[in-house]
């Protein structure tokens, strides 16, 4: 259970960063969906580190391999795994990190919680998982796309500096998946800056879905808004998570209540969910990053046997989480409305009888 | 599943505001913990609307009957049933809001997803319902105190004027549960106008858990942090959250990285949780909550018709969520941590090894 | 978790025997729904003991109280709670087995699993706890029937004597259920002699779900024949269960191939689920219970400080737990019939565009 | 959700019968037991087809990839995910049975409930399949033994021929896992005689779990014995399940009892679980299986059009399913039993205590 996410449509991954790949299995994908493996190997380079300077240039190709759950280029009802096999893993040197916990990673509290040291890099705890999550996202969307459902990203803010326009088109061609077009280049310095500081920045990433219908999200425990929530602090980096406005907590009732009219919303401060329903306005997250803790400048840890020491990390990470975050962000968002689209589809009598008869 | 929450520890509730009462039902309690009526009895007191001028003064007794569960005053292992009567429930006037959908409420989402109108307050989706989750945070606390677990809460934050202190002895006897002494009599100025005006205010609430265990949590999909985000927005009024310290995103790694020292970390920006594991620093949490979305001010919206109308509600609602939602949040991240350690006790030979030999 | 069944359709019980009450929630009805109260009396009327000399007759009325989920006479969508409360809950004389484990009963595993001694009879372990059943098999009926889809049940076999011929009619009306007009006496008389001598008797219950639609059942882990097997083992008594023709294991594939035309099958050896899925054919469940455990002759038992003692029994109980014991499994069934009609729901494309368009 | 199986030790299955391979990720294994994979390979052999004559002859080498999870020999806490290639993938000719329904198999469910035609083999529905679950229960058994529980199985019963004798000793060194060496010869005439009749003959398991603490049991829901038989008629081609002494519903309560003595049970009628908890006695499982369904006899049948047919299967297969079944029933019995040793872990405070002070 642990390692699985969703309700209906439920999807686990396995796999550590530096062994032989990482494997997803996707649980309760509908029968008859066509499936798209150009758009998953497509979603898969999006999130892909070293596309870019703003990445981490390491090569990991993605290649997915489809094992399982589709016949005659459709999905079968049966569940889909698929293999991204981790390229480069010649035996590396861990000499330098073989026996100290890294500061703001995992090494400290994975040791201390299963008593084991997997040494070699994150192991389970690295970013190399998210690539599972963007599978699971990219087949989300391959069905969610059959209703009209859209679901897009981008970074709205960079070393707190925040942006303006939002504009989902540009992101999606921009290098830093940047939101104000005004705002890249700025964004841009940034980064670079960080990176000759040895240093790094934190972000805010924005997601939209779009054309949901209304209805979909399960209160009490299951709302809409609850577990995007859960499923967006859940990704490696992500500190925090707003719905909709995210002043809202500063405004007043007066300000902040949208007004409803016959042809909809006036405005969307609920971000498109009101009591953990989806209200068919735009559903609107932002999701908050901190800093890449993997920076190249001296920091005080300790070793196993609990000593003090300095820690001096070696090789290239990307000076922020963000960017490449706001892929993954992106696709536990299709992954949470594809499973309350599924689960909303149980819960009228009429609806059901539109099923049977 | 709907409205259960928890792996082991998993309460479910049911009721709605103006029905019989609120029930919960607690499941995974393990046996032999002693059932502390007189600290639940306190517990339901602190949530109550009611208790001064900062919230609703309807008068809510919640005074809850244990059903099941406890026998000679100890936790027996079988589930706890709890039913907390609703007082007033004399038929009450809804001509004024039968038909229409008050704005920011869930009474739109609610009809158009079961397709059935239960225009009686806000039924199940009414702020009634978190008198459950209270009671089983209170049955959660009376766990986590024998492992010497702590968890606190106060208000941080009103209408956009940010405290400076947290003093949460403070918080705990103040009619406000303002966590910043100094900011009291101006929070409290802030939440009158709003009164007087006929409108509400939004708020910060913090929770803090301490004396959690280190290896507390569950990854990949069952992180710590990524459970609590889902619990506090799963809260009526709740738009966002964040762990440790919420300028993370904002700022640089060399900033962000808690160094580590032989006797823990330096400082604690990653509020107690690295990699989705508690590590042994307390667990701190923000929560956002929107102002309240009843305002008695005219506001637009449309009948279940669809025709427009003008809203004007009746009645009195606490101008602030957060005071309350404080304690419902506490009561959460309670459930949550107890949660977690039920969970982390099966993850280890060696701990399994030192129950069963 | 513990306590709760199903994955859509999920009830949750709690309390115990001689404690205020049983209580059920139920989780996942659909919306719409006409709820029948006068039903759901009528379906505890049949579980009741002291409805005739074949079963315990101490007086339960049963009476449920509807708590939540209801408005205006239809389900809401939001989880039922009822409760039944136990009558003559005056403090009984349990002195004689305060301190005994009775033989066959749960009394012994109870203890060693928690720690704890509810001596007040069964406790949680008690039939009583099937009120809970079947009112959750009660309200899934209320929804099953708007299918057209009806579940029976009747006794088969009782102290080893199996009837022939299967008429659901007259076992509806029968004293002890019989399917078998023609072994009724016999059947009865073999129950009469056993309470006369002091001692009980075991039997088999047979339960038919008819018109159930084809389809309903998800492979690999959640099949309709596994989960009902499960549902029936979990029965109180309940020590074996068979779907189909209860000979299989003992044919060849040439006698048990059930021979497939353009109308249906031309037997239906499989019980109606093949590969664990629905035929379209009834449904075909075999459900064996043990010996009722109460029996008032002197046994072998050991004492809470583990000496050897000698129990004798006082009070009534059934000489036979299957009479009552086939409207549980009827219950049961019915639950887990609507829980797979609705994940069914949710397994093609091209129903969910029926939903959703 | 639907393939997957277990509450904390929680496999999950991908994969079709004449796809790639079949997978299994295996979530929930606690940290620092021993990796054993030349047991585990040990156990895929004696599941394997082909092994004799008695059981189909092709050709599966069924040689597991280990592709995560472990570390340096030892599990880490993280999902251990295998992967079986499938041999002998070449395109085999289907002609025959491509239109066709194969009567007794899940092709027409499938079909009816998907709307998906994979005609190759069984797909997801075949006893490859199985290879994931004794995967599954190999890992289960490496920590099992760790407590010194010790999981046993063998065929007690073959077409309607009752073994006596009930030798494992026996049984894990037979060709055809027979119980009773003195039926042995009787038995495997049976089986070829079926196989010359172009038949085949249905049989009955036993599985028995010995050593077993006291206390293994979540009721009411999660009971040993509902989720023991659940599991078992998942299995393909079980058709019914009994625990305990298969006669029990034959008897009177005064021979079914199990009197208790200072030294524990007289007899063990209960079959190791009473009120769904072990009772620290054998826990003795009976597992029904039909006879194969793919015999090489004309049989009637329809073509995905409707219309009737002739179907005539090609090919070989073991004239009988349990004797290959019996090593996935006590695969499944070991899963089934480490799931419930973690969850009671959780369940008292005492044992609590042990772990966190």
Known sequence: ???SFGAIYRFTTFGESHGAGIGVVIDGVPAGVEFDEEFLIEELKRRRPGRNRFATPRKESDTPEILSGIFEGKTTGTPIGIWIPNRNQRSRDYSNIKDIFRPAHGDLTYFRKYGVR?????GRSSAR????RVTAGAVAKMVLREFGIKIRSGVIE???????KVDFDHARQSPIFALDPDLEPQWIEIIDRAREEHDSVGGVVKVVIENLPVGLGEPIYYKLDGVLAGAMVGINGVKGVYIGNPDAHRLKGSQNNDQITPT???????GGVLAGISTGEK????VYFKPTPSIFRPQKSIDTAGNPV???LKGRHDPIIAVRGSVVAEAMGAVVALDMLLLNATRRLDSLKKIYQ
């Open 283 to 286: 559903v609107e997250i932002e």
């Open 118 to 122: 997997d040494y070699r890099g994150g």
């Open 1 to 3: 259970m642990f390692n």
């Open 264 to 270: 909809g919303f006036e405005t969307n401060n609920s």
């Open 158 to 164: 960079i070393g707190g500096v925040r942006g303006k």
């Open 129 to 132: 998982e998210t690539a599972g």
């Open 310 to 312: 300095m820690v001096e």
